[in-house]
């Protein structure tokens, strides 16, 4: 199981009769303040599951924040307290002609109604648009591979773009004995929740190049790519650096990407978040302390005998005894993802 896989959480219901009558559904994180993370599903989840006071995210009480209405905006925002999964970065969707995805859901498996958690591939099919209260959002007809199908349980499961690893859309329905289902388009939430932070992303960025070099375990060659991400994406090539304003204006979803990928191929040794972790328990914040970040140099490997190391100095190799050693080009501690 991929740790996006690990990010999808159960929906179910503290109401005995919503128990009684298999009622279950899906969600997934995309935000986190604090310790409250912010979930997406489905409106109709929510109904199902006995309404806003019985809703259940593995097994934890939750807080309904919004709410669509269940034939045309069919979304619900959740609000939960130390629930510790990974984040879906968001995403906008413009062409969607022949769009590859992957869906993970919960489903109700045998006699003994075992839940269990499935993932299954398809195409983007026909565009559509859904209304409400006159505005429109995007919808896409789910064309599921043969041999896989959707299952009751799947309704809030995320539709992630398969080359991307983001979320454009949020499983709603499904029809032809689960081999077709309509996706709406994450924007929605943006409809009714207009407090939504900046988690969606415009900026589109093809990560395939540092996917395949962080594979391939060739890190100084990734850590290169990085930073040419980085630069690329706040629009600073040409500088060929980031400033503060920078780093505090990075896109969130595509900060998420990058780190997740690093966390991916490295099996939890590198990434933006693996540092923040050990930068925030040396006493670290959003304000520049020099003495900290010296302190963060040395846990890292960036500094030894109190002097910075140059790039050729740096060990580019999981055989580092230094877990948080990478990224290192391009890193804004302040703003790291989590």
Partial sequence: MSNLE?????????SDNSR????????????????YTYLLTCAHVVEDV?????VLVNDIPTEVLAIGDVKNFDLAVLGVKNLKVELFSLTSLSASENVKFWIAGHFLYGEEKKILLETVEGTLGKKRFVRQNNQTVAAWKLLINEGDRLRKGYSGAPVVDLKADRVFGITTDMEKDGREGLAISVEAMEKIWPQVPPVISDVIYDYDKLKKLLSEGK???????????????AGREEEGWLRVEDIEKFPCSDLRTIDQLWV?????????????????SLGGTKEYDEKVYCSFGDKVGWRQGRKWLSELQLTFSLDTHFVEHLPPKVVGVPRLPG
């Avoid at 890190?219 to 994406?233: F, I, N, P, R, S």
């Avoid at 991916?264 to 925030?280: A, E």
């Fill in 6 to 14: 690990k990010s999808i959480v159960l929906i179910t219901s503290a």
């Fill in 264 to 280: 991916k191929y490295s099996d939890g040794k590198f990434g933006f978040s693996v540092q923040k972790k050990i930068y925030q």
């Fill in 20 to 35: 009684k009558a298999d009622v279950i559904g899906t969600g997934f994180a995309f935000y986190r303040k604090d310790n």
């Fill in 50 to 54: 006995g309404g806003k006071e019985n």
């Fill in 219 to 233: 890190w100084q060659e990734a850590d290169e790519e990085t930073a040419c991400c980085m630069l690329k994406v």
